[in-house]
C-alpha cells in the first residue's frame, strides 16, 4: 500500500479528570491550619465531618469560612474548575458554589470504601504523604495499591480499562465530576499520616445538565 496513512486518536467516552498542582502557599496554609485544629479538642468536635462521609479513617473534618476565604483556597477551586470545564466543554462557567470542603486524616488500616459525592464537582488533592504505604504479603507483586485513589467508571472492556490509579503526591489535585465513584485503599507498616483535602462544588445547571433542552 503505497498511501500514507494518517492515525488520530479520539478519546470520546469517560468523564474528563483535571489534575493540577497546588501552590507550595496554599499547602504550608492549609497544613498550618489543620495542625491548629488538631490541637484544639472544642474544634476538632465542631467541625468534625466523617459521620457526613464514607471513609472508615479517624479524622475528617470541615474548614471554617472564614479560612477559606482568607487562604484564598476556594479562589483556586473556582479557578481551576473553570479551566477545566473550558477547555473541556469550552463553556464558561458563572457560578461556583462551594458546598463544603474537608480534611481527612488518613492513618494505617484506615480505608475509604467505593463511593460518590454530590453537588457537580468534586476533588481531592494531597498534603502529607507517608514515606512509605507499607508491601503486600506476597512481596513479588509488583502493582501494590495501598494508600492508592482508584477512580471508577464503567466495566473493562476491550480497550478500554474501567479504574485509573493516582499514586498520592504531596501538591497534586484532582479534579473529577461528582458521580465518578472513587475508593481509597488502606496502607501498613508507618504511624505516619496520610493527609487529603476534598471539596463539593455546584456550577451552571445549564452546563452540568447535558439533558436540559434534549428530546
Same mark, same amino acid.
Given at each position: ?84 470545564? =473550558?477547555?473541556? *466543554? ?5 457560578? !461556583?458554589?462551594?458546598? &463544603? +470542603?474537608?480534611? #481527612? ?42 494508600? =492508592?485513589?482508584? *477512580? ?5 472492556? !476491550?480497550?478500554?480499562? &474501567? +479504574?485509573?490509579? #493516582? ?49
Amino acid at each position: 500500500m503505497s498511501s500514507k496513512i494518517d492515525f488520530k486518536f479520539i478519546r470520546p467516552f469517560g468523564p474528563v479528570i483535571c489534575k493540577v498542582t497546588m501552590p507550595d502557599e496554599i499547602i504550608n496554609n492549609l497544613n498550618n491550619y489543620v495542625d491548629k485544629i488538631i490541637d484544639d479538642k472544642k474544634k476538632v468536635e465542631e467541625l468534625d465531618h466523617g459521620k457526613n462521609l464514607a471513609g472508615n479513617v479517624q479524622q475528617e473534618f470541615v474548614l471554617e469560612k472564614d479560612f477559606i476565604e482568607k487562604s484564598k483556597w476556594g479562589n483556586f477551586l473556582s479557578a481551576c474548575a473553570k479551566t477545566w470545564i =473550558k477547555q473541556t *466543554l469550552n463553556q464558561e462557567i458563572t457560578k !461556583f458554589q462551594l458546598i &463544603s +470542603t474537608w480534611i #481527612v486524616r488518613q492513618f494505617q488500616n484506615d480505608y475509604n470504601p467505593i463511593h460518590t459525592h454530590g453537588g457537580h464537582l468534586s476533588g481531592v488533592g494531597y498534603l502529607k504523604i507517608p514515606k512509605n504505604f507499607g508491601e503486600y504479603y506476597q512481596k513479588t507483586k509488583v502493582n501494590n495499591q495501598n494508600g =492508592k485513589l482508584a *477512580l471508577v467508571h464503567g466495566s473493562k472492556m !476491550f480497550m478500554q480499562e &474501567s +479504574t485509573y490509579t #493516582v499514586t498520592p503526591k504531596v501538591g497534586d489535585f484532582y479534579f473529577f465530576p461528582n458521580y465518578l465513584m472513587h475508593t481509597v485503599y488502606p496502607f501498613t507498616g508507618t504511624d505516619e499520616e496520610r493527609r487529603s483535602i476534598s471539596f463539593n462544588a455546584y456550577v451552571d445547571d445549564n452546563i452540568y445538565n447535558v439533558y436540559e433542552g434534549s428530546e
